[in-house]
């Protein structure tokens, strides 16, 4: 994905900042860093009900079974 182009569902992704996570399934209850991860992007959250939202972590990413929750910055296109 070039510079610039937002993320929608379906792009592959690669985890490009250190993101630390405590729920990942094979490593529960233990830091574990997503850096250098590749998933593919499951949504993007934008709106809830019908209403505009603006969450934190809007693109939802799954890593097979495992998802997390990013910011566009944390993330670069494969």
């Given at each position: 994905m070039p510079q610039g182009d937002p993320i929608?569902?379906?792009d592959q992704?690669?985890?490009c900042q250190s993101v630390v996570v405590f729920h990942h399934p094979q490593h529960r209850g233990e830091?574990?860093?997503l850096q250098g991860q590749q998933g593919e992007v499951i949504s993007v959250l934008e709106e809830w009900k019908g209403r505009v939202i603006s969450?934190?972590?809007p693109v939802v990413v799954a890593f097979g079974k495992f998802r997390a929750h990013f910011r566009a910055?944390?993330?670069e296109g494969v």
């Open positions: 929608k569902a379906g992704v690669r985890v830091a574990f860093d969450p934190t972590l910055d944390e993330l």
